[in-house]
């Protein structure tokens, strides 16, 4: 297995960084993009309500199904809360250790046993702690989207989003109770005490329970492949691109600040720039136009992209000056030449400086820019081109991890996570502290901006419509992940880390994306971080400069934060791109070294590449998992009544 792992290793190095000289990688990402951009399209369509309001479908199931759960289960979330904390406090520890376990008569593993049984007989509770199952299932979720995503929510729906980020975090903590407490109820427990869950174990065997089986299996079957093609993408190779863009930037240098250019002959730079672009459009459908472009002298090619993107962006016809109106008859513009300015970043390096030009290089392609333009528009860049190497070093550290299974997993998180957690949440408090007479401003904001909307598209739905969608993709409550963690949790009652994972939400989008948003906010009183209505780009570097404008030093801290949020996030997703393998796969050691040695390979292209295609599939395939956990927790929802009432019950008893 290590010599195959070697030898993957070396046949992709040289591709990795022979596609970062020539560009393989955006080849690559376009034939990706034609191939799956259907399926991204088809998970992310957006219903339009009004001109100005477009919903994602995905959304309005994760966000009706969390209503639904509050209201079935009697406001869960809230009088359950104290009881979560006391479970995650140890006080009903010996309701694991003593008195009668309650075995289900309906759930047996593949043999015929009963998971219940095995627990008594052999003694197996689970792997890990209740604290540990929190950490680890939190530790893929609190992350850049937190940092990054929370930026990009405001900046598109105003403070008002916050407002409806923590609605939409305290209605998830009913969808998170459900999923994780099936998980637990139909999980299975081997000879060896290793435990296998979540959605695709409670589809199978819950629909089965029901007369269902045929069904159960289907929804189980794309749920496990939804699963692997998320822990690969969105999971991973996004996780270590994105952790090494935060470190590339964090040691750029300004070109303003180097007193002589020519001592940077040689250097890597990042130079970004708007190039005018000229089109001929060569097809039009109802829904994509597809234009013929001139890449430079003697080089074209041809690119399929959607009727909103192309009147955004093709701004003017060559024969008239005029631009392109979105109601107007495409198809009336076959052969019409057209002009866009497209914005551009090119990692170069400098190949020569004169007097009033500067070279830039990278493989073939060259290019000439003016001193004036290449000072205002570039920094010095000494890691770029060198993701690969971040790649490995990070690889290596997950193999590390990944290797000890849930077990090391959770040693690591439980520790990683409360970490990065506190230091966020501290550095947060300190520069609300430093800034405490604009909290009750800020706070204005937050409530005036949830049911006005000045000035954001779409007014107050448009306002709610984002603070809802960073919840729901923050938290993923509802998508069924989280369950696969809390299934190894050491338990004899499903509901009691049910519980415990309702906290989930609570922390990771009530807790820290709150904390994020204030800072935010107060940052922004003198519109200098983002305009309120207008999208921001890179939201950790907009968070950054937010924490930077009070603690000079803390974009460093932030650059830790970031590698460290994204390294725990790649190992709880492989655990549960692993499960889903395993369920598809068998359990054999050579089918989870295979997984494994795939997942760390990934890691590499990840930081190596800009796939960008490849990781918007993989993020598609994540919320596709929502179709079949929803079903499955609809239809499995009185069982988790049942299992509530019989923890409620014994906790009765503990004094």
């Not at 830790?560 to 068998?586: E, P």
Request: proline fraction near 2%.
């Amino acid at each position: 297995m290590k010599k195959l792992t070697t030898l993957l290793l070396l046949i992709l190095l040289p591709i990795l960084v022979k596609a970062q000289e020539v560009g393989i990688d955006k080849k690559i990402n376009e034939t990706f993009g034609d191939l799956t951009g259907w399926f991204v399209k088809l998970i992310f369509y957006e219903i339009p309500f009004t001109e100005k309001v477009q919903v994602p479908w995905v959304l309005i199931v994760l966000v009706f199904g969390a209503l639904f759960f509050t209201f079935y289960f009697k406001f869960i979330n809230i009088r359950g809360f104290k009881t979560s904390i006391n479970i995650i406090r140890g006080k009903y520890d010996e309701l694991e250790t003593k008195g009668h376990v309650e075995v289900s008569e309906t759930v047996f593993t593949d043999d015929g046993d009963n998971p219940d049984t095995i627990r008594v007989e052999g003694d197996h509770h689970g792997e890990v702690s209740h604290f540990q199952a929190l950490t680890a299932a939190l530790s893929a979720t609190v992350g850049l989207g937190n940092i990054a995503g929370v930026a990009v929510a405001i900046s598109i729906g105003g403070p008002g989003a916050t407002f409806w980020m923590i609605i939409a975090g305290l209605i998830g903590m009913a969808s998170k109770f459900v999923e994780c407490t099936l998980g637990v109820k139909y999980r299975e427990i081997d000879e060896t005490g290793k435990v296998f869950g979540g959605p695709m174990y409670y589809l199978k065997k819950g629909l089965k329970a029901k007369k269902m089986a045929k069904l159960g299996q289907v929804l189980a079957v794309i749920f496990a492949i939804m699963c692997i093609g998320g822990s690969f993408g969105g999971g991973n190779m996004f996780q270590s691109n994105q952790a090494f863009a935060m470190l590339e930037y964090s040691v750029r240098t300004e070109m303003s600040e180097v007193e002589n250019l020519e001592d940077i002959v040689g250097e890597k730079v990042k130079y970004e720039y708007n190039e005018l672009q000229k089109r001929t459009v060569t097809a039009t459908t109802d829904d994509s136009v597809t234009y013929h472009y001139y890449i430079q002298e003697n080089q074209s090619s041809d690119t399929i992209v959607s009727k909103k993107e192309f009147v955004k962006d093709s701004l003017t016809i060559i024969t008239s000056g005029t631009g392109i109106d979105k109601k107007a008859d495409l198809k009336a513009l076959i052969g019409v030449g057209l002009l866009a300015t497209i914005p551009h970043t090119l990692d170069s390096k400098v190949e020569a400086i004169s007097d009033d030009q500067v070279v830039l290089k990278r493989g073939d392609f060259e290019m000439k820019v003016t001193k004036s333009e290449f000072v205002k528009n570039s920094k010095l860049n000494p890691l770029g081109g060198n993701g690969w190497i971040f790649g490995i070093i990070m690889a290596i550290l997950v193999g590390i991890v990944i290797i000890g299974g849930i077990k090391k997993i959770a040693k690591v998180t439980d520790k990683i996570v409360p970490f990065m957690v506190v230091i966020y949440v501290i550095a947060s408090l300190v520069i609300l502290g430093m800034n405490f007479s604009e909290i009750p401003n800020a706070f204005g904001q937050i409530f005036s901006g949830a049911f006005t909307g000045f000035g954001i598209a779409g007014g107050t739905i448009g306002v709610l419509i984002q603070g809802f969608r960073r919840a729901a993709f923050s938290n993923e409550a509802g998508i069924g992940s989280a369950s696969i963690a809390h299934s190894a949790v050491k338990t004899k009652y499903a509901a009691s880390e049910g519980l415990v994972a309702l906290l989930e939400p609570f922390i990771d989008t009530v807790l820290v994306c709150t904390m994020t948003a204030l800072v935010l906010i107060v940052s922004n009183g003198d519109g200098d971080l983002m305009i309120y209505g207008q999208k921001v780009t890179e939201g950790v570097q907009v968070t950054s400069k937010a924490f930077e404008t009070s603690i000079s030093w803390f974009p460093a801290v932030l650059t830790i934060a970031v590698i460290l949020f994204a390294f725990s996030t790649m190992i709880s997703w492989s655990y549960y791109g692993y499960q889903a393998w395993s369920f598809l796969f068998g359990r054999a050691k050579i089918t989870e070294y295979v997984y494994k040695a795939i997942f760390c390979l990934f890691v590499i292209v990840g930081a190596a590449s800009q796939l960008q295609s490849v990781i918007n599939f993989s993020d598609a395939m994540i919320f596709a998992m929502l179709v079949p956990n929803i079903i499955g927790l609809f239809m499995l929802a009185p069982k988790v009544k049942e299992e509530l009432k019989i923890f409620m019950t014994k906790i009765k008893t503990i004094k």
